[in-house]
């Protein structure tokens, strides 16, 4: 068990540039969050997929934040056009299969978004 | 963002006293998860609980969830300079969902 992998783990970008984040899973989880976390918040839910179908959206995420699951496994995170606002820790969590004492997240040690 | 008030949202104690925080919300929530979080790092599992009333123990921690179901307490015994950290409350509402949301923290600091 490796463990939810995230990556980069830092990402220093300029405002106006687009970045991608990538997440991936435990083995066999079915579910995939993706979170923010600001200085002193939190963890800010924004979505989560169930295998590849994204179910659930929060309304932080704007035209400019796009997840993707495609195959059930991994899940890329991508913002366009950053502004300094989007500066945060992203963190993604895995879940395994549902049951009535198996839900359980396991976050990964995100990824530390800086935009200048 | 919608968070769960989490309380106290600071503290100070002295190596060996046990700790008490909990997390309120307005809702029903089927699931209760407990979280630490040191600096720079994602937040790693301690205590999850799933029924009204249910008391858990991992070690120096006991958590209990609610019995309205619309709040959860975390423990901590005899703490030790380790335990200094970032603990989060998250809860799940219930039926056609599976989103958690998060409490505000309580930040412990533990005096040698």
């Known amino acids: 068990d490796t463990g939810v992998s995230q990556d980069p783990r830092h990402k220093i970008t300029k405002r106006g540039q687009n970045v991608t984040f990538r997440c991936d899973p435990i083995?066999?989880?079915?579910?995939l969050y993706w979170y923010r976390q600001t200085l002193g918040q939190g963890p800010e839910f924004l979505t989560y997929?169930?295998?590849?179908?994204?179910?659930?959206k929060s309304r932080l995420l704007s035209d400019r934040f796009s997840a993707e699951r495609p195959k059930g496994s991994f899940s890329t995170l991508e913002i366009q056009r950053t502004e300094q606002g989007d500066s945060a820790m992203y963190l993604c969590a895995s879940s395994p299969r549902w049951g009535a004492t198996n839900e359980k997240l396991f976050f990964g040690s995100g990824t530390q978004l800086s935009v200048l | 963002g919608q968070q769960l008030n989490q309380s106290p949202q600071s503290m100070f104690i002295q190596e060996g006293e046990d700790v008490s925080m909990n997390c309120t919300s307005s809702s029903i929530f089927n699931t209760w998860l407990w979280y630490k979080q040191d600096p720079g790092e994602g937040p790693v599992l301690l205590i999850a609980?799933?029924?009204?009333?249910e008391l858990t123990s991992n070690g120096r921690l006991t958590a209990q969830f609610g019995i309205t179901r619309k709040d959860s307490f975390l423990n901590i015994s005899a703490s030790i300079p380790s335990d200094v950290g970032i603990y989060f409350c998250?809860?799940?509402?219930?039926?056609?969902?599976?989103?958690?949301?998060f409490g505000t923290g309580t930040r412990l600091k533990v005096l040698a």
């Open positions: 998250a809860g799940r509402a219930g039926s056609g969902t599976y989103k958690y949301i």
């Open positions: 609980l799933y029924k009204a009333g």
């Open positions: 083995s066999e989880h079915n579910r």
């Open positions: 997929f169930q295998n590849e179908a994204q179910l659930e």
